[in-house]
């Protein structure tokens, strides 16, 4: 039995979206975890709230998301952090625990790994945005090896540690996704609001098309949202509000296809195997997760990078996409189990290990 304690994003309190797809990945595994036996304990900010799952709520302003900051600006705190003083419980409780897992993208976590006598495991959750953070996460790179974790092959390449990663991928609770096998017309989109994931690509695709695009997830950056709805007016969208996963897969079960359409590297896209595994083929730009997701032809279509025109073609050969597939490929690669298998042989490895953190300090 391992005694994990989970720090978690200190962008948002988990369930509220802002934290993106690791509030899915970290809620998923501490489930997993528990269910294995394991003792799991999650520190995120106040207002934080997960099913059934505890939850050590700590007040505090929230961090400035990294992916609006510039590559080469100094690392910024708030005052009065949320992130700080996530750390700081963590340094009170740390000799009750096996490993500490954090899961901020973000400087501080990394520079205090040195300082702390529990080993710190760090799931990275995007790809390359600041050198200050590249540079922090090299040297634990260097000075802990192995205890770097991210979700896919192309994030890992935005990094100048890539080979140091540990590749662990995602996985969903299959049993919360209801397999759809007869869709409406409407199209999905999927995710925060916020300019890297360039939903105006998929608004002008559905405007060529003519077919409905619903919106779902919570708007980020509120200008960018109005910015599309004055450069679109009478496209054929409908923004749906940010849905619990049970209310989401219902709705997005429905629709004929996901399109995903980052501007970025996308570390990996929870939200193309939330639509796998309700039978929904995804199309999305040949980068980054979705990329090593998305079986070409088969579970949906991977066209050019920030082409409409492609994207455009894909909507129109959507129907050659057997729906059944995409929830087969959900179950094969994409499970609970499966992913508490790879986060829990990680765990193990470094639990086991003897090194830094241990007192064996060079
Ligand atoms: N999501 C949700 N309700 C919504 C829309 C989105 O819970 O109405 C969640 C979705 O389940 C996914 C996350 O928002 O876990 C988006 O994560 P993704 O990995 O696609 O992108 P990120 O935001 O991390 O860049």
């Known amino acids: 039995m391992l005694k994990l304690l989970f720090i978690s994003t200190p962008v948002g309190p988990l369930g509220s979206g802002l934290g993106g797809g690791v509030e899915l990945t970290l809620t998923n595994l501490a489930v997993e975890m528990l269910r294995r036996g394991h003792q799991v304990k999650i520190v995120a900010p106040a207002h934080s709230v997960w099913g059934d799952l505890s939850i050590e709520e700590i ?40 490993l500490i897992v954090n899961f901020a993208f973000d400087w501080l976590p990394f520079y205090l790994t040195p300082f702390f006598q529990c080993k710190i495991a760090h799931f990275v959750s995007m790809g390359s945005l600041s050198i200050a953070l590249d540079e922090i996460m090299a040297q634990v790179a260097q000075n802990f090896p192995g205890t770097l974790g991210v979700y896919t092959q192309s994030q890992a390449a935005t990094f100048p540690f890539a080979s140091s990663c ?11 996704y209801e397999f759809c096998e007869k869709p409406d017309n409407a199209l999905a989109w999927l995710g925060r609001i916020a300019p890297e994931k360039a939903l105006e690509d998929a608004v002008e695709a559905a405007e ?20 599309i709805c004055q450069d679109y007016p009478a496209a054929p969208m409908e923004y749906m509000g940010f849905l619990s996963t049970e209310n989401l897969q219902q709705e997005l079960g429905k629709c004929r296809a996901l399109l995903m359409t980052p501007r970025w590297v996308e570390a990996f896209g929870n939200v193309a195997i939330e639509a796998l ?20 032809g088969k579970t949906g279509f991977l066209v050019l990078p920030d082409s409409i025109t492609e994207l455009v073609e894909a909507i129109g050969n959507i129907d050659q996409i057997d729906r059944k597939l995409c929830r087969e490929q959900a179950e094969q690669e994409y499970s609970l189990v499966g992913l508490g298998d790879r986060f829990e042989t990680w765990f193990q490895d470094l639990v086991s290990e003897v090194g830094l953190n241990d007192g064996e300090r060079v």
Not at 220 to 227: A, F, G, L, R, S
Not at 278 to 294: D, H, Q
């Open 166 to 176: 540990k590749i662990l991928g995602s996985g969903i609770d299959l049993s919360m």
């Open 277 to 296: 595994a309700c039978g929904v083929p995804v199309i999305a730009y040949l980068r980054g997760g979705p990329a090593e997701i998305v079986q070409h």
């Open 59 to 98: 007040p505090g302003n929230l961090q400035i998301h990294a992916q609006t900051q510039g590559r080469d600006l100094p690392i910024q705190m708030p005052e009065n952090s949320v992130l700080g003083k996530m750390w700081d419980y963590a340094r009170t409780v740390q000799s009750d625990y096996d």
């Open 208 to 227: 060529i098309t003519e077919t409905k695009l619903k919106i779902f997830g919570k708007i980020q950056v509120q200008e960018y949202w109005e910015q």
